[in-house]
C-alpha cells in the first residue's frame, strides 16, 4: 500500500523549532517532489513548501519563508521540514503530499496531489 508517514509534530514556546520527517511506504521518495501544507481549524488547507526531488530547488510561501527550511539528503531518508521561530499561528495539523512540482511550477492547490499523509499535530503555545 502507498502511504505517506509524517512525524514529530508537537507542542513547544513560541519562538522554539520542531522537526517533521516524511517518508513513504510502497514507493521510493527518490522520485517524487515533496510538498507540505497544514490546516488550522475553521481554515482552509494552505501549502506552504515544496522540493524539486529532480534539481533541489525548494519552495515557500511567504508567511514561513525564513524560519521553515525543507531537505533531503540521500536515497531512502525521510523529507525534513525544519521549522524555526515558530509562532502560534503556526499551530495546525501539518501534512506531507505528493507531487508538489508538476514540472513548470510549484503546486500549491491541493488539486493533482495523489498522495497524502495522516497528519501531525503541531502547537504553539506558552
Known amino acids: 500500500q502507498v502511504q505517506l508517514v509524517e512525524s514529530g509534530g508537537g507542542l513547544v514556546h513560541p519562538g522554539g523549532s520542531l522537526r517533521l520527517s516524511c517518508a513513504a511506504s510502497g514507493f521510493t521518495l527518490d522520485y517524487h517532489d515533496i510538498g507540505w501544507f497544514r490546516q488550522a481549524p475553521g481554515e482552509e488547507r494552505e501549502g506552504f513548501s515544496c522540493?524539486?526531488?529532480?534539481?533541489?530547488?525548494?519552495y515557500f510561501a511567504d508567511s514561513v519563508k525564513g524560519r521553515f527550511t525543507i531537505s533531503k539528503d540521500n536515497s531512502k531518508n525521510p523529507v525534513y521540514l525544519q521549522m524555526n521561530n515558530l509562532k502560534p499561528e503556526d499551530t495546525a495539523v501539518y501534512y506531507c503530499?505528493?507531487?508538489?512540482?508538476?514540472?513548470?511550477?510549484?503546486?500549491?492547490?491541493?488539486?493533482?496531489?495523489?498522495?497524502w499523509g495522516q497528519g501531525t499535530q503541531v502547537t504553539v503555545s506558552s
Open positions: 503530499a505528493a507531487p508538489c512540482h508538476d514540472g513548470r511550477s510549484w503546486t500549491t492547490t491541493q488539486q493533482g496531489y495523489g498522495y
Open positions: 522540493i524539486s526531488i529532480e534539481n533541489g530547488n525548494t
